[in-house]
């Protein structure tokens, strides 16, 4: 092969060299200089070609972009921590820390609040669910937080005082705050910061001695271990000791057999095994002076066993227990509890036992999914034991880890889009000619002389001709007019989407939970109620294994009409599922009373109606703050004389809605049933059961009936998916037919309950922007 240099001249066949025309690599950067012979027709082939190049991989960008957008507006969760408030729940590596609390016969037997039926004001939507201290109830008080953890109870009576590490979102340092509580850590008034110095605090152990409050926060930045004595608790504290000049990082002091014992890791000594570190100390008072153990480290072990310690020691029939810190998958992954078997200065021996404490299956859609790492067990004066446990749903770590994944994702799909572009031939070569030492312009001789006898250089032509033929290559083995060569640019296309997809998911998605949203800072749980029968058990199955994972569902109960009902452990679920076999198959055993459900909110939700959680979380977050009403996702209007029913389309186009389908709808149970199943809707039933149809056609009736105000919500998801449509048991196929069907209702409930026509709310009318 021969080409023409810049002065006109032949050259002989070189391993990098560039074709005029029907060559292997027209991608060229730059034409030939003035002195030389100037080609017209190739100069614009190559402008061309450049040009061409260039709108291919906008084209991509674009349309890979689009693709990307579309992504994160249709299918991920909306960042709930973040939009909280302004300073507060930034997105932090070191994790979303929370607070919860559990109650309990037992130190070994503990629930966590919602089990227990804790009600904060029973007419409000509760009762009240954990987490119940958060970064958001911080920063809502005025105290910015990126979260609390390290908790620590301080008992008074009947009020309870809560120390925890809180990171502040300015300053990016932690500092301990604290809250109170009058009704068993439902609620809890942040009251600020109880302390706050020039270096990190957190773990603040609180314990009385000598008729004094002590605190005793890990400083370990500051390389002491400093006790605290309260001069106006909770909030003023003033420096008592530094009882050791030691980093020690999670202390804790506790009396046991006539002596005071230290527990502590020590991290900065050579060899030590970070968080599989623990020594002790003993001493006749807090104060010192202490005396190391003669077994000291008692541990320097692997980080997984527990040797770091993770919360407040207590006492149990008689036994001393230690919790520990399993960091092995991650730091904090989960407490460990330990029996203290033998505590002497010379002698330490403890047992692992079972902690009683159960995890969550919804993984990161769980306050404390992904670890915990701190548990403070105590006994009330009521002879109640109650406990603080901080959780996270995301590992250590994970901002990081999700911001790399998703640049090499990024950089996959770049490589991809060049692959499909070779193919295609919208790319000619991979490296520009002109990127190559032998190409750049006019050099001396010895320069020259210099280059050619450089191995590097050689070495670097040599990978650029190879990079280069690999266009070529790649066209002549799959050619994509063929049958493969468009199989293989599909999949290639197909695996750059979902690449696309993933690293937007990575990068801007947040941690993947579909969170809860908060109310006035706190969260509640809901009753999933949905009614089937044998012949859409596969549509039941698929539906129990996605909604269980949603972070407020506290159960779901299974209406049965008809067949052989199933088991509940046929089910794949993160929450209990009970099957209520009804004797008579009726649409009105939907809102029939059931005494065993034991949330205030009930979403009555058909089991062929597929959305996302985060959606469901957002139709309990407006319930909740109008727990009178039906809170529901299908809006219709009803209008027209006589009345006819008609779908959402209508309601749009009137702008208002005065129905919202029960089908897929919050309600108040206890409230609701009760009127359902009172006498003045005994007509109504009658009619339900004659019609097969129409139930929440009456709720509706009924809401309005008992209510001379707005009796409806509408809350818009971001996707619905019918699932009866490919099996093809729906209830209402021929909608023609249903609608009529509908609208006899309609006609005969408004002679029976009044008329619904005046009711009309628009859409868009609240400040959330969820009922667009």
């Not at 006498?679 to 097969?692: C, H, I, N, P």
Request: charge should be positive.
């Amino acid at each position: 092969m021969q080409i023409r240099n810049c002065n006109g001249g032949e050259m002989g066949s070189s391993p990098i060299g560039s074709s005029a025309s029907g060559g292997w690599c027209r991608w060229r950067w730059h034409s030939c200089k003035s002195n030389g012979v100037k080609n017209g027709n190739s100069n614009w082939n190559e402008k061309y070609v450049l040009s061409s190049t260039f709108a291919y991989f906008l084209v991509s960008f674009v349309v890979l972009g689009s693709i990307g957008s579309l992504y994160a507006r249709l299918m991920l969760p909306v960042n709930v921590r973040g939009g909280v408030t302004t300073l507060g729940c930034q997105e932090d590596n070191e994790g979303s820390w929370a607070i919860g609390v559990f109650h309990g016969d037992s130190p070994f037997s503990l629930k966590p609040i919602e089990d227990v039926n804790v009600w904060r004001d029973k007419s409000a939507a509760w009762p009240v669910a954990n987490p119940v201290v958060t970064c958001a109830s911080l920063s809502d008080a005025g105290f910015p937080s990126n979260f609390v953890a390290d908790p620590f109870l301080y008992a008074q009576g009947d009020i309870l005082y809560l120390f925890y590490e809180t990171k502040n979102s300015i300053t990016m340092q932690g500092d301990i705050g604290v809250s109170r509580s009058i009704d068993k850590g439902a609620t809890w008034q942040q009251l600020g910061i109880a302390l706050d110095e020039d270096w990190h605090l957190s773990y603040p152990y609180v314990f009385d001695y000598d008729g004094n409050i002590y605190m005793m926060p890990e400083g370990s930045q500051k390389g002491e271990l400093r006790l605290y004595r309260a001069i106006d608790f909770p909030l003023k504290w003033t420096l008592d000791k530094i009882i050791m000049k030691k980093p020690l990082v999670d202390s804790f002091i506790i009396p046991h057999e006539g002596r005071f014992w230290l527990f502590g890791s020590d991290h900065s000594g050579i060899g030590t095994q970070k968080n599989g570190q623990l020594e002790i100390w003993y001493s006749s008072s807090p104060r010192g002076p202490w005396k190391p153990h003669k077994k000291n480290p008692i541990y320097n072990t692997d980080k997984s066993m527990g040797a770091r310690n993770g919360g407040r020691p207590f006492v149990y029939n008689g036994n001393l227990y230690r919790i520990g810190q399993d960091c092995g998958e991650t730091y904090g992954r989960r407490v460990r509890v330990f029996r203290v078997e033998v505590l002497t200065t010379n002698e330490f021996k403890e047992v692992e036992v079972p902690s009683g404490i159960e995890e969550s299956s919804k993984g990161r859609n769980t306050w404390n999914g992904a670890r915990n790492h701190h548990l403070d067990v105590q006994q009330l004066s009521s002879g109640e034991w109650i406990a603080v446990l901080d959780g996270d749903r995301v590992p250590s770590g994970d901002v990081n880890r999700r911001f790399i994944l998703g640049f090499v994702s990024v950089v996959a799909v770049a490589g991809l889009v060049i692959l499909v572009g070779m193919l295609v031939g919208a790319v000619r070569c991979i490296v520009p000619l002109s990127w190559c030492l032998h190409n750049t312009g006019k050099r001396s001789d010895d320069f020259l002389a210099w280059q050619r006898s450089n191995l590097l250089s050689s070495k670097l032509r040599l990978l650029c001709s190879r990079l280069n033929r690999v266009s070529s290559i790649l066209r002549a083995r799959i050619r994509p007019n063929t049958c493969i060569g468009i199989f293989v640019l599909a999949l290639t296309i197909l695996t750059a989407v979902m690449l696309m997809c993933g690293g937007v998911e990575y990068i801007y998605g947040g941690s993947g939970a579909q969170e809860p949203y908060p109310l006035n800072g706190h969260y509640s749980k809901f009753t999933l109620l949905t009614m089937t029968y044998d012949a859409r058990l596969w549509n039941l199955k698929m539906y129990v294994k996605h909604y269980s994972r949603c972070s407020s569902v506290h159960e779901i109960v299974v209406v049965w009409n008809k067949g052989i009902p199933p088991k509940s452990s046929d089910f794949d679920t993160a929450v209990p599922v009970r099957i209520r076999v009804e004797k008579q198959n009726s649409l009105n055993n939907r809102f029939k009373m059931d005494s065993s459900i034991k949330t205030r909110a009930v979403l009555e939700l058909d089991d062929d109606i597929m959305m996302n959680c985060d959606d469901i979380e957002r139709g309990f977050r407006v319930w909740r703050g109008h727990p009178d009403q039906i809170v529901g996702f299908y809006p219709r209007l009803i209008n027209g004389s006589p009345l006819k029913y008609r779908g959402e389309k209508h309601a749009r186009r009137h702008n208002g809605y005065n129905m919202i389908l029960t089908g897929a709808a919050f309600v108040d149970g206890q409230a609701a049933f009760e009127r359902y199943w009172s006498k003045e809707a005994e007509v109504g039933r009658a009619l339900v059961d004659s019609y097969f149809n129409c139930e929440d056609v009456l709720m509706n009736y009924l809401y309005a009936n008992a209510s001379s105000s707005q009796v409806v919500e509408y809350v818009k998801p971001a996707w619905a998916i019918d699932t009866s449509k490919f099996s093809g048991v729906a209830i209402s196929r021929n909608t023609h037919a249903h609608y009529g069907v509908r609208s006899n209702c309609l006609r005969k409930f408004s002679d029976i309950y009044g008329s619904l026509t005046h009711r009309k709310s628009g859409f868009s009318r609240r400040k959330d922007g969820w009922d667009v």
